[in-house]
Antibody, heavy 116, light 106 residues
Framework: QVQLVESGGGLVKPGGSLRLSCAAS????????MSWIRQAPGKGLEWVSY????????YYADSVKGRFTISRDNAKNSLYLQMNSLRAEDTAVYYC?????????WGQGTLVTVSS | DIQMTQSPSSLSASVGDRVTITCQAS??????LNWYQQKPGKAPKLLIY???NLETGVPSRFSGSGSGTDFTFTISSLQPEDIATYYC????????FGQGTRLEIK
């Protein structure tokens, strides 16, 4: 069955960097758009970024544009989110998700905390 | 970006009640709207896609309707396991969620 397992979250100081990874299994990874969606503590959902199956089409929310970079390695069935210049408002659970228009499959999430 | 206004932000109802949540888009999004359920500490679960289509395996007490800018999500008979936060999500341009509706048992 479809599995998405995020890793790489943790505590980082403002201005710091972090790289999230998502290991995918149970489906043909290279056939699907993939997304990162986040949820600040006690808050709603925000679509952060998505990447097409080949990597040629990428979207970023305005709140992360210029600071975050999404990428994928289809040979390793893995999705990544490089997060630079982190701010307190980036504190959230980050979910890896399959597809873009509607998300049927989600990872369990990884918590990123930006605090001094 | 398209803004999604979801209401109410919280709702208290009794088991067996009919529950309705609305979502209004800031511009016409046709039927490009999904509904999710999220329980505490869990990832969201897709319930309704394309405004009115029930995802496989989702109980038939859940339904959705609407098109254009106004959408409705309904639980026909509230069950205790339906306690959760519900989100609408548009995917017309590009993707935004409503702010959520927290549903509690009265």
């Amino acid at each position: 069955q479809v599995q998405l397992v995020e890793s790489g979250g943790g505590l980082v100081k403002p201005g710091g960097s972090l790289r999230l990874s998502c290991a995918a299994s149970g489906f043909t990874f290279s056939d699907y758009y993939m997304s990162w969606i986040r949820q600040a503590p006690g808050k709603g959902l925000e679509w952060v970024s998505y990447i097409s199956s080949s990597g040629s089409t990428i979207y970023y929310a305005d709140s992360v544009k210029g600071r975050f970079t999404i990428s994928r390695d289809n040979a390793k069935n893995s999705l990544y989110l490089q997060m630079n210049s982190l701010r307190a408002e980036d504190t959230a659970v980050y979910y890896c998700a399959r597809d873009r228009f509607r998300v049927l499959w989600w990872g369990q999430g990884t918590l990123v905390t930006v605090s001094s | 970006d398209i803004q999604m206004t979801q209401s109410p932000s919280s709702l208290s109802a009794s088991v067996g009640d009919r529950v309705t949540i609305t979502c209004q888009a800031s511009q016409d999004i046709s039927n490009y709207l999904n509904w999710y359920q999220q329980k505490p500490g869990k990832a969201p679960k897709l319930l309704i896609y394309d405004a009115s289509n029930l995802e496989t395996g989702v109980p038939s007490r859940f339904s959705g309707s609407g098109s254009g800018t106004d959408f409705t999500f309904t639980i026909s008979s509230l069950q205790p396991e339906d306690i959760a936060t519900y989100y609408c999500q548009q995917y017309d341009n590009p993707f935004t969620f409503g702010q959520g509706t927290r549903l509690e048992i009265k």
